[in-house]
Every structure is written in structure tokens, then in C-alpha cells.
Nanobody, 111 residues
Framework: QVQLVESGGGLVQAGGSLRLSCAASGLTFSSANMGWYRQAPGKEREFVGISGYLGSTYYLESVKGRFTISRDNAKNTLYLQMNSLKHESTAIYYC?????WGQGNQVNVSS
């Protein structure tokens, strides 16, 4: 079955950077669309961005220019580089593929 394991979260000051990783197994990673979502306290889970298997990427408008999604097909790993983090970026970040979810990774941005 599909397994997605996120890592790389933590506490960072506003303006700082973090990189999340999502290690995937149980799927043909190079042929899968891979996405990042997040859920802030008291809010619904929202789309952050997606890496299409053909190389395209799409982002939530509010993170464009600050967040970058990349993938390493040789390592079956998806990345989310987050720069210029804002307090409102505080959330649990989830990796998604084939309707499956990772366990989530907490990101806290102090103001």
C-alpha cells in the first residue's frame, strides 16, 4: 500500500526557511502527481501545491514565490522548500498521493 512519511518540520522565526520532505513507497513515484496540503489550527485542510509527474507545478496563490516543490524520482522523495515564512504558515503539512495521506508534519512560525 502507499506510504508517505513527512519530515523536516519544526519551529522557525518569521522570515526563516524550512524544507519538508515526503518519502514515498508503494507507488510508482515517477508516474504520480504529488501534492502538499496544510491544516492550520481551527481551519480546514487546504491545498498548498502539486508536482505533476510530467514536471509541472502549481501553487496556492499566497505561497507563490516563497514555496517551491521539487521531487527526486530516484529517491522517491517529494520536497517543499518554504522561504520567507510567515506566522500564518503555521500548520500541519501533509503529503498526498493517490488519495493517500502522510501522517503530517508540524510547522510553527513564530512572529
Amino acid at each position: 500500500q502507499v506510504q508517505l512519511v513527512e519530515s523536516g518540520g519544526g519551529l522557525v522565526q518569521a522570515g526563516g526557511s524550512l524544507r519538508l520532505s515526503c518519502a514515498a513507497s508503494g507507488l510508482t513515484f515517477s508516474s504520480a502527481n504529488m501534492g502538499w496540503y496544510r491544516q492550520a489550527p481551527g481551519k480546514e485542510r487546504e491545498f498548498v501545491g502539486i508536482s505533476g509527474y510530467l514536471g509541472s507545478t502549481y501553487y496556492l496563490e499566497s505561497v507563490k514565490g516563497r514555496f517551491t516543490i521539487s521531487r527526486d524520482n530516484a529517491k522517491n522523495t517529494l520536497y517543499l522548500q518554504m522561504n520567507s515564512l510567515k506566522h500564518e504558515s503555521t500548520a500541519i503539512y501533509y503529503c498526498n498521493a493517490l488519495k493517500c495521506w502522510g501522517q503530517g508534519n508540524q510547522v510553527n512560525v513564530s512572529s
